[in-house]
């Protein structure tokens, strides 16, 4: 039994007639670059996310980047991001020139809390970046609440959280990346709705910001060889956006796929001492990027080398908060220590979690954690 964290291929060889003609209809028309699909594509996202706009780009990364300078935020401005989340979320605001504000996460979710994101507004902030992590929303309503007493942006990082959808407490359902001025997707392969190469979207509600953010992905230009602000070039391929159609389809059924097997890992680990599985916030469904686990009592390298002996892989999703990574060094103001950022990332353990997961290998993965809790 090969087991892995992901099964691209497994995946692949289910739609493999539908990805194939996909993939030669765009050979065949040689428009490679903004070919049709590209725009089918855009619509299509637009019709499964609800939201007004969906503007392609190139990958998540830019989306996040094109947000930002849609947004005319200055060099000293701050933005506020969490502390546990991958770095790309942090890494663009830098990049501008932009101050990086990390905050701590919550325990329970793993994404960031108002709160935090409260002591650390200053007179500076422009924006908050929640990042949806694993699958699962942020606390959006209080953040919205939060952002516009303040007269901050929110640009929501919905890179792991496709189809995810959050309930208001009036009862009210959007999905992740449609309630803030901005979201932004990645479709990177293993990503929940992920093509076969790079990818990444943007979505928003807001006329003006979709028109500022189109033109700024094709390097500033309003019309052709006119150029009204500094942009850069970042196209979503006609390739990519053709299989990412074919994908979408599927998105719906993926996520639930994701859902039954993270049903099958609470059922089989419930009892487990030295585990505490992922918490499930009222507020949010959870697409399951990730089914991460906290392994407590100091044990989580133990039984990531036990697992691994089993043949059985798992991640380490992140093994260090933002703000001690040497690349935000002298750049991030310093805020709070990620105390709880800290203590996840000696805890955390992702587990395997992908459409292709069987009910004999999860079976085998409960049973060798059983036993591991056990001994
Ligand atoms: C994957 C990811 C990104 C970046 O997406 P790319 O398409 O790889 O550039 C950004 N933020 C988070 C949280 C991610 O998981």
Redesign the pocket.
Known sequence: MQISMVDLKGQYLKIKPEIDGAIQSVVDSCAFINGLPVGTFAADLESYTGARHVIPV???????QIALMALRLQPGDEVIVPSF?????AEVVALLGLVPVMVDVDYHSFNITVANIQKAVTSKTKAIIP???FGQSCPMEEILKLAEADGLFVVE?N??AIGSVYTFSDGRQLQTGTMGHFG?I???P??NLGCMG???ALLTNNDELAFRAKMIACHGQSKKYIHDVVGCNSRLDTIQAAILSVKLHHLNNYIHIRQQAAKRYYKGLSEVKSIVLPYREPFSTHVF?QFTLKVIDGKRDELRTYLAAQGIPSMIYYPLPLQRQNAFMGIAREGEEPTISELLSRQVLSLPMHTELTEEIQAYIINKIRKYDGR
């Open positions: 190139a990958n998540g990364t830019d989306a996040l989340t991958y770095i790309a979320s990042v949806h992590l990082d890179a792991q932004c990645s479709f990177f293993t990503k790079d990818g990444g990027h």
